[in-house]
T-cell receptor, first 115, second 109 residues
């Protein structure tokens, strides 16, 4: 498809386990963003990539969270030693260039449940 | 993380009614955006505002960028059932979007 895709769509894990969430941006988009949406809340910025580098990691909640992007395309958000408060929908978005917020397209999200 | 204050939290209206929601911030933004999110989907951009005082329409939707640059509102006229969803405002802060807490809209026939 032509849009942003994310996998898995749903992930249930046990507290303490590590999880990896994947984002496939729109082809050719150089900027990629990760957000977290807790139940009934707005989106909370986590990190963004321009190409393979992450100029702003300020939104990552703790050192258990990390993200990487390789080849200027696919990105992986990793959460180590998951906690129950990590349960949320994790959304990815991409845009052709960084700063083009009116051209930022979102994926459907990965719903993470930590038991 | 920082979030903008959005009100009301939820609205239950009858089809055909007009809807108004707003978003306020303690900080100034130079760009305001309004999104709609359907269940199980990511947000979709409805309207973008770039200038204080700007009033922009997109079909039945009208949004305004407050003159103080600390607020914005969204109006939906003659609501229809497919307007159901969660509406978010967002302000652009340097290199990231700061989102509002959302307004959940329910439309009854």
């Amino acid at each position: 498809g032509a849009g942003v895709s994310q996998s898995p769509s749903n992930k249930v894990t046990e507290k303490g386990k590590d999880v990896e969430l994947r984002c496939d941006p729109i082809s050719g988009h150089t900027a990629l963003y990760w957000y977290r949406q807790s139940l009934g809340q707005g989106l909370e910025f986590l990190i963004y990539f321009q190409g393979n580098s992450a100029p702003d990691k300020s939104g990552l909640p703790s050192d258990r969270f990390s993200a990487e992007r390789t080849g200027g395309s696919v990105s992986t958000l990793t959460i180590q030693r998951t906690q129950q408060e990590d349960s949320a929908v994790y959304l990815c978005a991409s845009s052709l260039l960084a700063g083009q917020y009116n051209e930022q397209f979102f994926g459907p999200g990965t719903r993470l449940t930590v038991l | 993380g920082q979030q903008l204050n959005q009100s009301p939290q939820s609205m239950f209206i009858q089809e055909g009614e007009d809807v108004s929601m707003n978003c306020t911030s303690s900080s100034i933004f130079n760009t305001w955006l309004w999104y709609k999110q359907d269940p199980g989907e990511g947000p979709v951009l409805l309207i973008a505002l770039y200038k204080a005082g700007e009033l922009t329409s997109n079909g039945r939707l009208t949004a305004q960028f407050g003159i103080t640059r600390k607020d914005s509102f969204l109006n939906i006229s003659a609501s229809i059932p497919s307007d159901v969803g969660i509406y978010f405002c967002a302000g652009v802060n340097t290199d990231k979007l700061i989102f509002g807490t959302g307004t959940r809209l329910q439309v009854f026939p």
